[in-house]
């Protein structure tokens, strides 16, 4: 069975600081893993996927996010908070069996004061 | 390239009522999925539907049922409502086979209310 944990609920930084969110996950396979952003009232944007090609995956809006097979971790991450970051944002894992079944997290609201 | 379109986006129903929720997916995409996202509960995987089948399904009871046209247009019906089923429901498409390695295109939700 697979799980993702999302550590930290809510995260609050200054504009301009580090965005960190953390996701680890459980798989008994080789996982695909996912970031997706949740602005109120709309549906999930893709953020970023890793599918076992580089361990460092650059996605859109300048995230990043780090594979780690050894700490079964994928957080997220940004150098510069911006206002406009301030969103929902969740991790996910598949199983790979090539259907549009995904594993969420139960997310982490990022809040990005001035 | 329009993307997911999900119909009603706000709907009120009673309870014991039925309500069926429309997705289009994007042109060209095959698989639908629908997931429900609740406060308590998160974001959880109903159904994935390819080529008018079913391939998959999470653990809901048999009142939540789907169908996918040839068109690849999808609809979901849930029957008997229950004050539980107030959530936001997602549709998502994908152009491959299915595809998480792909990307899922999610819409903006049908928010059902149930009182």
């Known amino acids: 069975a697979q799980s993702v944990t999302q550590l930290g609920s809510h995260v609050s930084v200054s504009e301009g600081a580090l965005v960190l969110l953390r996701c680890n996950y459980s798989s008994s396979v080789p996982p695909y893993l996912f970031w997706y952003v949740q602005y109120p009232n709309q549906g999930l944007q893709l953020l970023l996927k890793?599918?076992?090609?580089?361990?460092l995956v650059k996605g859109i809006n300048g995230f990043e996010a780090e594979f780690k097979k050894s700490e079964t971790s994928f957080h997220l991450t940004k150098p510069s908070a911006h206002m406009s970051d301030a969103a929902e944002y969740f991790c996910a894992v598949s199983d790979r069996s090539n259907t549009g079944k995904l594993i969420f997290g139960q997310g982490t609201t990022l809040q990005v004061k001035p | 390239k329009a993307g997911v379109t999900q119909t009603p986006r706000y709907l009120i129903k009673t309870r014991g009522q039925q309500v069926t929720l429309s997705c289009s997916p994007i042109s060209g995409h095959r698989s639908v999925s629908w997931y429900q996202q609740t406060p308590g509960q998160g974001l959880q995987f109903l159904f994935e539907y390819f080529s008018e089948t079913q391939r998959n399904k999470g653990n809901f009871p048999g009142r939540f049922s789907g169908r996918q046209f040839s068109n690849s247009r999808s609809e979901m019906n849930v029957s008997t409502l229950e004050l539980g089923d107030s959530a936001l429901y997602l549709c998502?498409?994908?152009?491959?086979?299915?595809?998480?390695?792909?990307?899922?295109?999610f819409g903006e939700g049908s928010r059902l209310t149930v009182l």
């Open positions: 890793y599918t076992s090609a580089a361990t």
């Open positions: 998502a498409s994908s152009g491959t086979s299915g595809g998480p390695t792909g990307e899922l295109f």
